[in-house]
């Protein structure tokens, strides 16, 4: 098939959660298929040769303008639109989206996230090539959940009413875009069967495809030297102006940290990830707290982890910083959020505690039970070769294609 893709960021190199998925379908695609990618970019990104190499097209927009604070707060008051509908707004990335259609005939294409939705409907109302190409919505999150999650952690804090506010104005709208978009496309992909759930509440009828996130397991080789952080190390690993994480990483710091420190004062946290927003940027005055910045790798750090922590009170979809300690056989103690979508039992494959005394009590069991992280850490590892290598997934995508007609 000749497929287009439209992704936010370049998928390589795959260093947040929305790369990951788009590196791993792509580069899993382009060894039966044809790909085409339009993408947005940093003025100052190189397309990668990895891309070049799996792609026949490959073509990279510069990023909107930041919108300043105002004008996202007169949008949030004012529009009846989503804020997440006005991210990648872009006259360039409209004009080459048209000028690929117009000027090749495509089978499908996939639009990877909702912040791409104007594209989306562009295609569906423009009619610029016929036949139209079939239109495959891969949901990477359930963004209404995510939004409504955000107001119900955010709203018990009087601090953080503002952005809990926020979070309030945006759910009907959120909710109408996904509505929208799932509607418009042909085919809806979903990470989870949560997510499947909640955009069937949304638009009821719609049948989504389950396409759960994965990794390459031969990317995480049991000869991955850990990087020498100081012994006990606590890791967390995430894009660090993501809502969600900006949350995990203070709860976390803040009121779970200290509990474990009363009884291992010496274990340390290190917090893995690039944009700290200057909220988390502080905690870096704490010496018990090391924030790295970005990494070109983030392996070395993870492998390094006594133990992963995945504190998130918030968010959609299923995490890969899971996948990824999972694979690096490394013990995980993650809140029942940060760990749905997975199929996993408390005590089996990873800790699940949900408040901070849970937390703290599940991160020292682990720190002085050696044998206990080692069971943990074999049986993620066995649990993700089992069930979420790309070789095992996408097999669902190439059904798809199938029942399609490709």
């Not at 989306?120 to 495959?136: E, G, S, V, Y």
């Not at 809990?164 to 875009?177: E, F, G, V």
């Not at 190390?233 to 779970?256: C, M, T």
């Not at 982890?305 to 979809?317: I, W």
Request: glycine share 4%; charged share 20%.
């Amino acid at each position: 098939m000749n497929l287009l893709f439209l992704t936010p960021a370049p998928p390589f190199p795959p260093d947040q959660g929305t790369s990951i998925r788009n590196w791993g379908i792509i580069s899993s695609l382009a060894k039966q298929h044809r790909i085409s990618l339009l993408t947005f970019a940093n003025r100052s990104d190189r397309i990668a040769p990895e891309l070049n190499d799996c792609c026949a097209t490959v073509i990279s927009v510069s990023n909107p303008r930041a919108r300043t604070p105002a004008h996202r707060l007169a949008t949030a008051l004012c529009s009846p639109r989503a804020d997440l509908a006005d991210r990648l707004t872009s006259p360039e990335f409209t004009y080459q989206l048209k000028s690929l259609l117009q000027s090749e005939s495509f089978d499908a294409v996939h639009v990877e996230g909702l912040e791409l939705a104007p594209h989306l409907q562009q295609i569906a109302n423009k009619r610029w090539h016929t036949p139209t190409p079939l239109i495959i919505y891969d949901a990477h999150n359930a963004e209404t959940v995510i939004q409504y999650r955000a107001f119900q952690t955010d709203r018990l804090q009087v601090s953080r009413w503002p952005a809990a506010l926020y979070s309030r104005l945006q759910l009907p709208r959120l909710a109408r875009l996904e509505r929208q978009i799932s509607a418009q496309a042909d085919v809806v992909l979903c990470v989870s069967e949560e997510d499947c759930s909640a955009l069937r509440r949304l638009l009821p009828g719609l049948q989504p495809v389950l396409v759960p996130n994965g990794i390459s397991l031969n990317e995480y080789p049991e000869t991955v030297k850990p990087a020498g952080l100081p012994s006990p190390a606590l890791v967390f690993s995430g894009k660090l102006d993501y809502r969600p994480n900006v949350d995990a990483v203070l709860w976390f710091a803040q009121e779970i940290l200290p509990l474990v420190r009363k009884i291992h004062p010496e274990a340390t946290f290190v917090v893995v990830g690039k944009k700290a927003v200057p909220v988390v940027g502080r905690l870096a005055e704490d010496p018990a707290i090391t924030l790295t910045g970005q990494v070109p790798d983030v392996r070395p750090l993870i492998a390094a982890a006594t133990v992963f922590v995945a504190p998130l009170r918030m968010g959609g979809g299923t995490r890969f910083k899971i996948l990824e300690a999972m694979a690096l056989r490394r013990p995980i103690v993650s809140t029942t959020i940060g760990a749905e979508g997975f199929p996993i039992a408390d005590g089996r494959e990873l800790l699940l505690a949900d408040t901070p005394s849970e937390q703290a009590r599940a991160v020292c069991s682990l720190l002085e039970d050696a044998p206990t992280r080692t069971r943990l850490g074999a049986a993620g590892r066995s649990f993700v070769e089992a069930n979420y290598q790309w070789s095992a997934i996408m097999p669902r995508l190439e059904e798809v294609y199938r029942s399609i007609g490709g």
